[in-house]
């Protein structure tokens, strides 16, 4: 993989390691890193400056990738699921869509929780983008071919959180 510097986010100072073509600008090290500023640029400015198309991307990739893994079961076909779903929904490509979710998976196993992701699609996403997002959890749900109760209570707790009514949530189903 190539050593460049790709800032993620335009209002902070952040890189990461790889390449993305769906990212823009000059790149350089440290993927653990890079999250630690990405997460602490979301927390400073979700609501100061606009969100960049690539954090939203991180950050709806994050709560799918926590959803798949309520379960305690985050097996390959949920990772799949992931993997598919961001590549039709953002239009990446198949290694763009899997280093996306490879991001999304670092970001599960740092000490911080998905309200900073919650957050950002709360405060930064369109309305259509946040049923978007639930419409992706809902898919990544179902992916094993099984709903289980808690995951559809997550689903259903994040919609909330998000700014998504229940009735639209349940109807986002699929």
Not at 29 to 46: R, T, Y
């Amino acid at each position: 993989m190539k050593e460049l510097c790709v800032p993620i986010y335009e209002a902070a100072d952040i890189s990461v390691v790889g390449q993305l073509s769906f990212l823009r600008g000059p790149i350089n090290k440290v993927g653990v890193f890079m999250l630690d500023k990405i997460i602490e640029a979301l927390k400073g400015s979700a609501k100061s400056a606009p969100v960049s198309q690539d954090v939203k991307r991180l950050a709806a990739a994050s709560l799918m990738v926590e959803a798949a893994r309520r379960d305690n079961d985050f097996d390959d076909s949920e990772r799949s699921a992931i993997t598919r779903i961001v590549g039709e929904r953002f239009a990446l490509s198949r290694e763009d869509s899997q280093i996306l979710v490879d991001l999304a998976e670092q970001r599960q196993r740092l000490p911080y929780g998905e309200s900073i992701f919650t957050r950002t699609i709360a405060e930064s996403f369109s309305d259509e983008e946040r049923k978007e997002v639930v419409a992706m959890l809902w898919e990544v749900a179902l992916a094993d071919g099984q709903l289980h109760r808690v995951e559809a209570a997550m689903i259903e707790l994040l919609a909330k959180e998000i700014g998504v009514d229940a009735a639209t949530a349940l109807s986002l189903r699929g």
